[in-house]
């Protein structure tokens, strides 16, 4: 059956490695915060000048001055930092992030990115997402396979507005997960879902892709 959004966020939570600098995006990616392997020195960065942050807090430890990019209330960890806003961006736009893990509306099969609006509807604005997939290292991005509608996600082009071009290099969804060897293409299929055919992810992607369950 297909991965719930906290099994997504756990598989991705293993792609960090110690030592990492990470920035979580908005939506299922600040899950992964909950998930990273214990004994690892991973710090995590929020584009509102917090560096290092630990899981979400329990109800009764929740500090509404405390929060993310998001919005959403986090928890501070020993060895917590505040910066500026600007400094914050200078991290990201000087490429000393190691992985960024982001939401994403569309995928394209080269690896294109649309994640931060649906024209017609009402946006607050870019946000950091053009300059997380244009400093960072890597990047992930964490999605279910399809719309609401059963629409497919990951398709051959993107229709939306991108957000870069050629940018992502892991794509994990409900159903699978999916990688770019290099930045470009081509997409290979690395690993489904327990329980979930290939005949599904197929038949739900729009996109070319190679299959290489035998990578992992």
Known sequence: MPWTRDEMAQRAAREIGDGYYVNLGI?????V????????TVTLQSENGMLGMGPFPYLEDVDPDIINAGKQTVTEIPTTSY?????SFAMIR????DLSILGAMQVSERGDLANWMVPGKMVK???GAMDLVAGVKRVTILMDHVEKSGAPKLIK???LPLTGRAVVDLIITDLAVFQFLERGGPLS?????????LEEIQRKT????DVNLESR
């Open 27 to 31: 939506g299922i990616p600040t899950l």
């Open 33 to 40: 915060a909950n998930w990273i392997a214990p004994g690892l």
């Open 83 to 87: 910066v500026s806003s600007a400094d």
């Open 94 to 97: 000087g490429g000393h992030m």
């Open 125 to 127: 604005g870019m946000g």
């Open 157 to 159: 082009h993107c229709t």
């Open 189 to 197: 299929l690395i690993e489904c879902a327990p329980g979930v055919a």
């Open 206 to 209: 729009t996109a070319r892709f």
